[in-house]
Nanobody, 123 residues
Framework: QVQLVESGGGLVQPGGSLRLSCAASGSIFSINTMGWYRQAPGKQRELVAVITSGGRTNYADSVKGRFTISRDNAKNTVALQMNSLKPEDTAVYYC?????????????????WGQGTQVTVSS
């Protein structure tokens, strides 16, 4: 069983910063892409940023230049540094990892999601 645990959400004023962290635990053989998604009230879940095991990144246009994703492959963690936050960044942020479990003899990849952490940007 693989789990993702997120931390770092909260309330911040516009223009402020937050750092989200996500740690994967369990029986893990490898993790391919890791990323952050968000879902605002009444909206669909959307990609924020992803990073491959090799360090290639991709960002939503709305966060380019403000958010930075990073990961530590040895620790199975991914982080999202969010600067210059705007009210429209308010959402529940979810961590996702494409995991190959250690006990899967076919080395299949499974999408694993965290429980979500609330980010609220408001004055």
């Amino acid at each position: 069983q693989v789990q993702l645990v997120e931390s770092g959400g909260g309330l911040v004023q516009p223009g402020g910063s937050l750092r989200l962290s996500c740690a994967a635990s369990g029986s893990i053989f490898s993790i391919n892409t890791m990323g952050w998604y968000r879902q605002a009230p009444g909206k669909q879940r959307e990609l924020v940023a992803v990073i491959t095991s090799g360090g290639r990144t991709n960002y939503a246009d709305s966060v380019k230049g403000r958010f930075t994703i990073s990961r530590d492959n040895a620790k199975n963690t991914v982080a999202l540094q969010m600067n210059s936050l705007k009210p429209e960044d308010t959402a529940v942020y979810y961590c996702k990892a494409d995991v190959v479990p250690r006990d899967d003899k076919w080395y299949r990849v499974y999408d694993v999601w965290g429980q979500g952490t609330q980010v609220t940007v408001s004055s």
